[in-house]
């Protein structure tokens, strides 16, 4: 027996030493190449916290994340499914299927330029893009997981190791998976649109311009490059909301039907409208506006009857129109290498 230590030790050292080898190859430095945004013109530069800079490593993991079924319970659903590129990276449903077929309550909004927003969700119940994640991975409605399961499930896969240390430096984990997937929607903006170019725009719609940032006063909430003023509205659209808005988060009855104002970049391509879907057309959203909405204590004054004539209400329509970024629903960037 005595004979056979010295092997023993040996092929125990040896073993050790290709361990060591193994562990190196699973595990790369952090890479931190930046990600440079493509801003597009008159865009402010994209701010991200400390602890999540833009690298390409995190936008690459981030993007891989986005696509994949995997964070959720049964693997059946992933981030693109409510929000498709081609649809403005959102949904054409009223409402979105989740797990099992289950229908969410709230319509599917873009991500494009949510960048920019400093809340989110439509209460603005979300404070940044990483917190944002935890929402849609538990919800019941939408992948009804846990972000420590999801976490778990990526360690075993050694793709997304080596991606997780490259991007964060250490295994996938809750921190490393939200971190990711905010990066990556970081990188997700539009502005190449008609709109941003007025010498190309149709006499009718620069028409309907003058009248969105004047007699349709759609500019006192919807302005600035993102076309909102990231605040917080009734719009009148119900004199009873089943729906509670921002009030689920403040309690305030002030708040009670109040919405965030969206940005209407892209509306074309994201019917249908309002937080449930309930409007199917940007016409009978531009109609909804001219009648002045429904009475509720909370709506906005601003929003009043606006007596368009049917041209003035196509003029309008093509503005909306002249809000499309067609490049984006096609930019190979944004899609899964
Ligand atoms: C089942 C459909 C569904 C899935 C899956 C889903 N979302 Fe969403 N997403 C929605 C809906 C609906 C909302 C609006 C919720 C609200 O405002 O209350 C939303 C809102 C958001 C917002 C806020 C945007 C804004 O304008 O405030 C972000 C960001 C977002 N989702 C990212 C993600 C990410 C990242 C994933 C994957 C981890 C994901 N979503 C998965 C349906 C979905
Ligand atoms: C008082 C502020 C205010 C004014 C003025 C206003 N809006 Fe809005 N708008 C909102 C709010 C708030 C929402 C979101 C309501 C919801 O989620 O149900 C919204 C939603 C929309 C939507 C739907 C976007 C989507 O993705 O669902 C469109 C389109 C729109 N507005 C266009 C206009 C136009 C055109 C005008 C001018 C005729 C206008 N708005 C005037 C506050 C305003």
């Known amino acids: 027996m005595t004979k056979f230590y010295p092997i023993v030790y040996l092929f125990l050292l040896l073993a ?19 990600f440079v945004p493509n801003l597009p013109a008159g865009f402010p530069d994209v701010v991200s916290p ?21 964070l959720s319970v049964d693997s059946t659903v992933a981030c693109v499914s409510c929000h498709k590129q081609a649809l403005a990276f959102a949904d054409e449903g009223a409402v979105s299927k989740g797990v099992k077929g289950r229908l969410g309550f709230r319509n599917s909004p873009t991500l494009a330029n949510v ?29 009804d997981f846990t972000i420590a399961g999801a976490a778990k499930r990526l360690q075993n896969s050694s793709t997304y190791i080596q991606m997780s240390y ?11 998976i939200t971190r990711a997937l905010a990066a990556f929607q970081r990188t997700i903006l539009s502005g190449n649109t008609p709109a941003d170019k007025p010498e190309t725009l149709t006499p009718q719609q ?24 990231n605040g917080f509205a009734n719009n009148g659209l119900y004199e009873m909301y089943a729906d509670s808005g921002r009030y689920r988060i403040t309690q305030k009855p002030a708040d009670m039907g109040v919405f965030r104002i969206p940005s209407l970049r892209n509306v074309t391509i994201t019917p249908p409208y309002m937080y449930n879907g309930s409007l199917n057309t940007l016409a009978q959203v531009v109609e909804h506006y001219n009648t002045g909405g429904k009475p509720h204590p909370n709506k906005s004054p601003i ?16 503005f909306l129109q002249a809000l499309t970024d ?3 629903l096609n930019n190979p960037t944004f899609k899964p290498d």
């Open 16 to 34: 050790a030493l290709s361990m060591g080898c193994d562990k190196e190859k699973v595990l790369p430095d952090i890479d931190e190449t930046p």
């Open 115 to 143: 960048a920019y927003l400093p809340l989110l969700m439509k209460d603005g119940g979300a404070e940044t893009l990483e917190l944002q994640v935890l929402t849609p991975i538990a919800d019941h409605a939408e992948m």
């Open 50 to 70: 400390p602890d999540n800079q833009l690298t390409q490593a995190r936008v690459a993991l981030g993007k891989k994340l986005f696509y994949d079924p995997v």
């Open 206 to 229: 620069q028409n309907g311009k003058q009248l969105f940032f004047g007699k349709a006063n759609c500019a006192q909430c919807h302005n600035g490059f993102n076309y909102t003023n």
């Open 303 to 318: 929003i009043q009857p606006l007596g368009l004539s049917e041209q003035e209400k196509y003029n309008l329509l093509q």
């Open 166 to 176: 490259k991007a964060y430096n250490q295994a996938p984990s809750p921190f490393v």
């Open 326 to 328: 067609s490049s984006l």
